[in-house]
């Protein structure tokens, strides 16, 4: 009776952990998906910005420059492209850094000499002041 109730323990521990790692690679998978990318933008567009942001297509990439997380290429007026490094970019606290970053550079297009210049640093403060 006691080795049943042994094994049925031992069975159920041996299930959470299995669980557990499905969940964690299928959150894995999801952060991955090129159309996450998208929403992530979208998501900080809608909440933070309102909705005025421009368009911009979120794609992972292979950037070569080592530290390079992100970047972010005008296409025209309206529209944007940004590139998010696939291996700099493991965690999902690197990608949202990553997607904030190359948001502020969208915000802040063309307004200061330095493209991390004041505006884009009053950017970047403001939305991690707003983050909980
Ligand atoms: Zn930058």
């Not at 049943?4 to 299930?15: E, F, Q, S």
């Not at 998501?43 to 911009?56: D, E, H, I, V, Y």
Request: hydrophobic letters at 40%.
């Amino acid at each position: 009776m006691r080795l049943r109730i042994h094994l049925a323990i031992a069975a159920l521990a041996l299930v959470t952990i299995v669980w557990g790692i499905r969940f964690s690679v299928a959150a894995q998978e999801r952060r991955r998906a090129p159309e996450f990318l998208q929403y992530k933008y979208q998501q900080l567009n809608r909440t933070f910005f309102a909705n005025s942001l421009p368009t911009a297509t979120v794609e992972w990439a292979e950037l070569s420059d080592a530290d390079n997380n992100g970047q972010t290429i005008r296409k025209n007026a309206q529209s944007f492209v940004v590139l998010v490094d696939r291996s700099s970019n493991p965690r999902a606290e690197d990608l949202q850094n990553t997607i904030e970053h190359q948001t502020c550079h969208i915000a802040t297009w063309a307004q200061d000499e330095d493209p991390h210049g004041l505006s884009f640093q009053d950017c970047m403060a403001a939305i991690k002041a707003d983050e909980p």
